[in-house]
């Protein structure tokens, strides 16, 4: 079973950038596709964005499309949200998901679909 860590999160001003980095340890890295998903207090999960396991697809919510840029290196086995223009309404906890798949599983928005998750970074962004 895949393990996830998140780090990178933090404190910015509105149309500021960060990085959240998703470091994964256990086996088979190359066969698990990965989304980031984020809770704001009092508000459900949500999708933020997906990378397919050959890495060649992603997909965004429609809040964050055009700002946000989801990538993975397979040698270090990390996964990478780059966050730029960030707005206040990105204020939550960001979570790290892995599912593993088959090369030509569609991909999904669902959370329930994931089945390893990491421990979540909290992203503040000031007004």
């Known amino acids: 079973q895949i393990q996830l860590v998140e780090s990178g999160g933090g404190l910015v001003q509105a149309g500021g950038s960060l990085t959240l980095t998703c470091a994964a340890s256990g086996p088979s890295f190359n066969r698990y596709a990965f989304g980031w998903f984020r809770q704001a207090p009092g508000k459900e999960r949500e999708f933020v964005a997906l990378?397919?396991?050959?890495?060649?697809?992603?997909s965004y919510a429609n809040s964050v499309q055009g700002r946000f840029t989801l990538s993975k290196n397979n040698d270090r086995r990390m996964v990478f949200l780059a966050m730029k223009n960030l707005k206040p309404e990105d204020t939550a906890v960001y979570y790290c998901?892995?599912?593993?798949?088959?090369?030509?599983?569609?991909?999904?928005?669902?959370?329930?679909?994931?089945?390893?998750w990491g421990q979540g970074t909290q992203v503040t962004v000031s007004p």
């Open positions: 998901a892995a599912r593993q798949t088959i090369l030509t599983a569609s991909p999904t928005t669902a959370a329930d679909d994931y089945r390893s």
């Open positions: 990378i397919t396991r050959n890495g060649g697809s992603t």
